[in-house]
């Protein structure tokens, strides 16, 4: 693929497991951009709203940088990593304690210009 039609832009630090993410960013895979937008603007999951905004950043990278038209962009990959983990003490039975793992996960998402809509994900 021609790499002048491509942008990126990465989250590294999303305080939610990769794998309640997973969901939410694959379900945006394959979409034009303004309805990926409109999915997670109404999407009654928390962390929607810092997904949005790394969507916005790809987009707006697309524009300023690479020149590209927005009416015309999709959604080409998103994938989801594994990041820190917090670890965390919660006392139990008879002076022993329990670990909480808090982890974090980190976001990646392409978006390409395309000609063709018939590949859209609706």
Known sequence: MNQNLVATAKD??????????SILVNSIVNMKVSSASNQLQFSSKRISK?????????IANAEN??????DKL?????????SLRMKRWRPR???RAASIIKP???VTIVVEERQETKK???
């Open 74 to 82: 999709f959604v080409k990959e998103a994938y989801v990593g594994k």
């Open 50 to 58: 810092s997904i949005l905004k790394v969507l916005n950043a790809a």
């Open 93 to 95: 039975a008879k002076g």
């Open 12 to 21: 590294n630090m999303i305080r939610i497991s990769p794998t309640k993410l």
């Open 65 to 70: 940088n690479k020149q590209l038209d927005i």
């Open 120 to 122: 859209e994900k609706k």
């Open 104 to 106: 974090f996960s980190k």
